[in-house]
């Protein structure tokens, strides 16, 4: 076996102290100190050698093709002779850590080959000559890249026709020789990370840096003829005639550009007012019509006509499964939330879970104000939260200038809905089941508190069902004839379904052809689990220990039998176990306090408890 047979060399060229002891014959090589294999026990996929002593070179791991992982900090490899280091061959890694050691010589080639690459880091080593940037701005899941204290000299080049460095959070360049201007798409990082680079000027340095183009006469006059002889025009000129132009261009396109969205966003809104017109004529025929039905409300709501409701202005929030959901705002300034049912029923099939659901009073479930049912209307209000859903949170707005959702808020989102789903389970005899839980049934309040919403709505319909089929549990897929019976048990799977929607920041369809649930699970199978977190968590380490714990919660919830998943009363006291401090405390957190100037992140500091 090659692989085998490379660590054998490594072991013989670079352990004099002998501390992998246990390299020998007697044993497997999946099972020596720092070795992990494939399934197969045939390659090995990670190597993790830190702190050793090892010398020597590396040469002999180049022959790992199949290495994920490659760590071996602090020990005092180098190259043998001037042999080049040419790391393609290892296609399939993703982390690689070589700091603290003697490396020396040209940046490895061969890096920006390597398509998988999560983090680089080679600080603290000899390197030296140019950062190959350009080649590395296309890695496009580098996540880190780590080069300080080398000895790395020349400019920060980064080309920009290609959008370098889009997934890059953490860059380190600090204590090496570099110099001129760093470039723009890097001056979003920390000065911390270009310190000691006594040539190294612009954002974020406050060192400026001085333009170097002498500005004397032009050195090329350029002649142009022209009707009276010939004219002398300068090369700044003819930049300057351009750039005219393309400002010109430009702006016409800019124009173009607006006027048509403009015309579309009006086409938009002639068809979301059409909607709502079509549903204030369908209440006026009604009302008129009939005379007789009226808005059925539930205990403890503030009470208004259906005629209020219908000259209350509309705006539609969407359309779902069940129906077309609107925001209405009435003339005393209530705003309630109105989902009109695609589909009718008939009052007396319907007003018993009715008034079932509309009794559910817990504070992390949307209570159900009123409904109206006649012989061809079906309507459910609600209150409305104008946070919106989990799901807009979550995964709206993905671009610059989104707010991160820091952790603890994440794990309150989770604790809530867990907490709903326990009352909601147990608030009856009837083993109510929620039947359609998604992360845009979720909708957050003021206070940052999750609350389910479109509770057992689906047991009330024949027709609609959940469209959304990736929080589906598999009984319910694999079983056709039983196919739209939800259960408690498949409440639990779409909640794991949500809880891996929180901690990865990926919609629960996933990329692809693979959905969320598929993507984390042979992920965590490789194990490569901390890799399934969302990047917005990543400066998050020291809570890494959580994200796991709430990733494992998660697989059991996804568990396929619904006999060995875990009733939801088992998940809501694991969640809750993995935070053993307050739970109260986590009033502190920004979403409670919007007027707060401090980043999301730092409200991690507010946990600590005052004992
Ligand atoms: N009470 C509420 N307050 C604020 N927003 C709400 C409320 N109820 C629903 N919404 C939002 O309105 C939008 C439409 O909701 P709707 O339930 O009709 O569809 P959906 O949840 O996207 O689809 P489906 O329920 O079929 O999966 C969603 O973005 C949802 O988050």
Redesign the pocket.
Known sequence: NSDFQALITFKATSDRSNLLYNWSNSTHPCSWLGVTCNSNTTQVTRLVLQNLNLSGSIQPLIQLTHLRLLSLKYNNLSLLSSLPLDFSSWKNLKLLYLSHNLFSGNFPSGINQLRRLRRIDLSFNRFSGDIPLTPLGQLSNLLTLQLESNEFTGFLHVSLQIESFISLIEFNVSNNKLSGEIPKPLSLFPSSSFNRNKNLCGKPLLKKCVNETVDNEDPLPVEIPSGHGRKKISIKAILLILLIDIAIVAFIGLGIFLCCRKIKRRKQKREIKKEDNELKKSYVYEYGRQGNEELVFFEGSKRFKVDELLKASAEM?????????YKAVMDNGDVV?V?RAKERRKKKDVEGLLKEIGGLRHSNL?SLRAYYCSKDELLFV????PK??L??LLHGNRGPGRTPLDWTTRLKFALGVAEGLVYLHNASKSKLSHG?L?S??V?IDEEGSAHL??VALHQLMVTAA???TEYKAPELMLNTHNSRKSSQKSDVYSFGVILLEILTGKMAMGEGETSLVKWVQSVVREEWTSEVFDFELLRYKEMEEEMVALLQVALLCLTPTPHNRPKISVVHKMIKDIRMKEWGEFTNSPMNNPTSDSSPYLSEGTLTTSS
């Open positions: 929030l969407g359309k779902g499964s069940i129906g077309t959901t939330v989902k949307v609600y209150d409305f939260f919106g859903s799901h807009s359609h998604t845009s049934n909708v919403s479109d959940p469209t959304n």
